[in-house]
């Protein structure tokens, strides 16, 4: 069973910063797609950032972006999201996620077959 296990999550201050990981622990290790997507109670898991591995392009939220910055390891295993500038709406549970699939809309949900459990970041002003 593929298994992705994210890290980093916490607790910080408004204007405070946070960098996320998300690490693949069982084959096949790479994928062509990774995200990193946000959920709060209540409401439907939101896509914030993605990458596409084979060559770096990626995609951000317009809420997001200028803010956060979705990355790589060198070997492609580890997934990063740097959130810069954190806001109390970037509350909720953070989840990676990824695909070997060629996707249309790499910030939807729905386009990914492999999840992690998901880490907590809360803001607080």
């Known amino acids: 069973q593929v298994q992705l296990m994210e890290s980093g999550g916490g607790s910080v201050q408004a204007g405070g910063s946070l960098r996320l990981s998300c690490a693949a622990s069982?084959?096949?290790?790479?994928?062509?797609?990774w995200g990193w997507f946000r959920q709060v109670p209540g409401e439907q898991r939101e896509g914030i950032a993605a990458?596409?591995?084979?060559?770096?392009?990626?995609y951000y939220s317009d809420d997001v972006k200028g803010r956060f910055a979705i990355s790589l390891n060198a070997a492609k295993t580890t997934l990063y999201l740097q959130l810069n500038d954190l806001k109390s709406d970037d509350t909720g549970m953070y989840y990676c996620a990824a695909t070997n699939l060629l996707i249309p809309y790499p910030l939807q949900a729905s386009e990914y077959r492999y999840w992690g459990q998901g880490t907590q970041v809360t803001v607080s002003t």
């Open positions: 990458i596409y591995s084979i060559d770096g392009f990626t």
């Open positions: 069982t084959y096949p290790y790479h994928y062509d797609y």
